[in-house]
């Protein structure tokens, strides 16, 4: 069986194993504790703060270690809503994750906020001129993701970033997909606040972390004691962030050449299924798409049962986002790039690792071509 859902998650890597479980066993300590486990902990703890904000071109002071993707979209969002001085209207697209959608829907529903989704085109892909016309004097915090989760799609981050900087609105961008195959240092960029998930990169799942300018005055969702400088409250997840650290930062030092790699199969795995398959669709952005990505439709079958048809021939894949599979209803990202609910619910995608060999690529190609085509001579077929 070969694994083609990298952007559902990852195997954690040999190195990163092998970092973190001395942090299981004999580097067990509480990182608050005075006690020399103590400070070994805290030391680990440190390291992981300093790598992380090496990767990021920023503060170790400006690191705050999570669960996941999701907390620290919710934190990044919440946080800096809530604590800022004045203004209830916040701008993003309407393909964010549910993590950022929800978030926001919560700050519309609770706390009185305006929210405005900036539409996407055909791609997928926000107009730069369009959030900046959203914009407000009343506008406290911008949101748009690097990547997208479901068809891969770039957004213009930085030019957004700088439209912000410049009317001093915070911008927030959830990198959780972008981690590992684009830079993430925000250096010289005007990104305030940047998200990433370890789960997608070979960490374990349950790390993460959020980039906030320490500036920003930022308003915790988890209460208690003082850890992540007042931000995150809770004994720190130590392994976890030295599993992250890690994984990031061999995921940088491995990034030009993975993605350039990279970039090559998936432009062979997109033409091949486009050229074998009649009537299929890439979505997403040809170009301007993550590395290790590739998004479908396929007119006139359904997206779950491709997925079905391809497993059985040893590949597994998905068929969008790896959160809203198993619901009924079109994925909301495929609708609001303008594809019909019909259409987009033939959706597949496959998504690979760095670490890809150049035949499963061949081999993934093959099957979800021929997975599409046993569906369709199935439905031809007198009954
Ligand atoms: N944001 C994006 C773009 C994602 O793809 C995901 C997970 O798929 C998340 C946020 C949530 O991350 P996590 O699974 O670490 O909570």
Redesign the pocket.
Known sequence: MIYFDA??TTPVRPEVLAALAPLYTSDFGNPSSVHSAGETAARALDYARRTAAGVLGCRPGDIVFTS????S?NLAIKGLALAAPQGRHIVSSAVE?P??LESLAYLQRLHGFRITLVPVDGTGRVDPAGVEAALTRDTTLCTI?TA??EVGTLQPVSEIAEACRARGIPFHT?A??AAGWLPVSVAGTGIDAL?I????LGAP?GC?LLYVRGVLPLEPLIHGGGQERGRRAGTENVAGAVALATALSLAEQERPAAAERARKLRDYLIDTVLEQVPGALLTGHRTERLPGHASFCFPGTSGEAVLLEAERAGVLCSSG???ASGADEPSPVLTAMGLDRETAQTAVRLTFAPTVRENEVALAARALSGAVKRLRDLQQAPS
């Open positions: 952007a559902a996941g993707g999701t907390e979209d994750h993590a950022v993701m997208n989760n959830d959780v997909q998200s998930s370890g789960h997608k799942k993460g986002s790896a959160c």
